[in-house]
């Protein structure tokens, strides 16, 4: 427990906490000496490779993807902005296409 109450101290020395009357237990606690020195810089062994090198953790979030998606059994318009111009481009081309196939003879 004496190591425990050190590391307490240690930790209390260098972020300091409010005054309180000497009489409280803390106080006295926090009076005693100190035996055992405890170091809290971080070891640069423990950071990952990628937290060295600051690479991101995540993929980023890709602008033509995110946003409100339509209901189902819906279809995309012009009025549909949000899901980016490429995309419009390529239901339209997908549109013009459809219309210059013959239609077959089925009902």
């Keep these: 427990m004496d190591v425990i109450w050190d590391i307490m101290r240690c ?10 009357p000497a009489d409280q237990p803390g106080s006295i606690i926090l009076a005693k000496e100190l035996v055992l020195q405890a170091n809290f810089a971080r070891a640069v062994a423990s950071l990952s490779k990628a937290q060295a090198k600051k690479v991101s953790r995540f993929f980023p979030i890709l602008k033509d993807i995110r946003g409100p998606k339509l209901k189902a059994g ?34």
């Design 74 to 107: 819906r279809t995309i318009t012009s009025k549909h902005v949000s899901i980016g111009e490429t995309a419009l481009n390529a239901l339209n081309n997908e549109e013009d296409n459809k219309e210059e196939e013959p239609k077959s003879k089925k009902p």
């Design 11 to 20: 930790w209390v020395k260098n972020h300091p906490v409010k005054g309180q």
